[in-house]
């Protein structure tokens, strides 16, 4: 079974970067396409950015021309880079396929704050 295991999360100000990774224990996920998703406080989980096996990628509206999604097969990773970082984008983000197929890792803390 695949594990993941997200990293990179951290305090920021707002108009800052962050780049978070997902790490997957087997390589089982290079055939299928990723998402990062993410649960703000009192939220439901929301995917904003996922990407297919061969690279094409979509985002969410509220991140598009501002979060990067990647992905390095050979190494079973995803990134995810974050620029221009608002408030709102505090939450917890996980990796994951788009219907959460996989067991949820433990995810990485995001506070975008002053």
């Known amino acids: 079974q695949v594990q993941l295991v997200e990293s990179g999360g951290g305090l920021v100000q707002p108009g800052g970067s962050l780049r978070l990774s997902c790490a997957a224990s087997?390589?089982?996920?290079?055939?299928?396409?990723m998402a990062w998703h993410r649960q703000a406080p009192g939220n439901q989980r929301e995917v904003v950015a996922r990407i297919t096996p061969g690279g094409t990628t979509t985002y969410a509206d509220s991140v598009k021309g501002r979060f990067i999604i990647s992905r390095d097969n050979a190494r079973s990773m995803v990134y995810l880079q974050m620029n221009s970082l608002k408030p709102e984008d505090t939450a917890v983000y996980y990796c994951n396929t788009p219907l959460s197929s996989f067991p949820w890792g433990q995810g990485t803390q995001v506070t975008v704050s002053s």
């Open positions: 087997r390589s089982l996920f290079t055939a299928v396409t």
